[in-house]
């Protein structure tokens, strides 16, 4: 959740690590500190709130020297304040570490460490990780990399650290458990660590995706990966695809309307590469096994679970497959009785939520296979996965997910018509019309786009309420819930999605005049159309303020509706893919009317690796 960047090279660190850092502001922002290497001594600056408060610490205090780390905080154990911003140190003050994840056995080490004279300073769990090298040390651990190792056979829990030391004035240590961390190859032995890639992305080309317990140190112009038994380990040097512009906000206000717009492009794109239907790329499991399959149970978290529940309906329907769906931090604790053959299906974007990664170590235990539906390359969840359906929609950037949410609704569409075809439930005719529908998504997107100034005409009209209800169903309830989600995320306005049936058996109490009850009442070929519309006279009836999502030249609506949002006509199935657009504009508009910060809403992180 927090970010971590480090630098080794001939150049001065201190600049890469704050434009780093910048890049990396969207994981955690409540604290940011630098340790830097400067004549054989660690110097440290550490800020409480964003980045541009660091800077101008910089500024009045400037440190320079070309062996670093920094990092942006997203509490978890103590306060946000500068005693609690990494970079922490030893009792000497030689080791600085910047920590993201938990140490889950912290209270004991400490105790223990306090035992043996260590004085702490911060209440975080990171401060264990320099007093137990430093004590490793005093032990008579022969060098720094072995006492590094010491600490970590003794740290139980997630972590992504970076290190240096006085006593090894020329490397940069870096190690992973559980969270993630790349090291990165520039130019003229530049070396870099990021716990994500667009932290680094305009300076490698080249990036070594660390596994879990190896210990990386790194020098300028060399990387060095052992076990933590200290064997040497091959370092598997990949490519870096993404392009830096991909991170950049390319002159729109905020890195969440970017990606909005993004939304037509990189789901065209995924049509495009995507491996099911001849894109080429490699998928993993084979349609054998598709046809012979009985029961599917998909796992996500918050957006990435309403992609889910949307995913559900549409197997449900194309494939003829028992499909469940469950919160990968509930799946995790019950008892589901999961057989082998069942194919578990997470969804994530970062690839790397605590939870979601819990869930598929443990169903792999059970026998299952695992198709992870996942946006970033080289991330936990592809690793660990048999086959990986990539969503293709490059760095997302601003907290609340947008691009990532519509490709994986797009990736389920595409592979609940693949499957349904392996399994002979869609004969090729249908199979064609499906994938032709399918492919007018992007453009209806792109239509919708161009309206976006009536849908912030109206989420001005209606953002001031303490409170909203978002309807939906069938397809469109995951759409409630999800615009719902993104409406609390960035605005702060209460709202709760709900599926429209059960209004009658509770939610209907809320209504007077002043509730905005966000409807989505898009044009369906089966009854559900008609039962919204009956759902919305309920709401009329108690005054409640209705606004309507409808199909273009729909009239019927205007007659309850109080606002109309129009969006373009797309099929039954596919329709939530373009729906959510128009709630995520709607949400959007409210929070710029309610000034808040959109990019980095309060108390949230982009990547949720602690449970
Ligand atoms: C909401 C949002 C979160 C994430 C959730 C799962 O806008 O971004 O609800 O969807 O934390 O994250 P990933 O998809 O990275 O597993």
Redesign the pocket.
Known sequence: MCGIVGYVGKKNAVPLLIAGLKRLEYRGYDSAGIAVVVENKISVRKTVGRLTNLEARLAQQPLAGSVAVGHTRWATHGEPSEINAHPHCDCAGRIAVVHNGIIENYHELRAALEAKGHKFLSQTDTEVIPHLIEAALRDGAKNLPDAIRAALNQARGAYALGIVSADAPDTLFAVRQGSPLIIGIGEDGDRFIASDVPAVLNRVREAIYLDDGILAELRDGSVRLTNLAGAEVPAKVQPVTLSAEAADQAGFETYMLKEIHEQPRVLRRLLEVNPLFGGGANFGLKSDYFRKLQRVMII???????AGMYGRLLLEQFTGLAVETDL?SEFRYRDPHIDPGTLIIP???????AD?LASIRLAKSWGCKVLAIC??PGSS?TRESDAVLFTEAGP?IG????K??TA?QMAFALLAIWIGSARGMIDATACRSLLADLAGVPDAIHYLLDRKDSIRAIAQKHHEGPSALYLGRKFNYPTALEGA??NK?ISYQHAEGYAAGEMKHGPIALINEYLPVVCICTKTSDEVYEKMISNMREVEARRGRIIALATDGDSQIARFAHDIIYVPYVRDEFSPIVNVVALQLFAYYAAQARGTDIDKPRN?A???TVE
């Open positions: 996500g978290c918050g957006t990435a679970y309403h990968a969804v994530s974007q970062s690839g790397e939520t979601t946006n970033v969840l997302e907290v609340a997910s947008t990532a949410y994986q989600l993104k995320e949230l982009k990547s949720v």
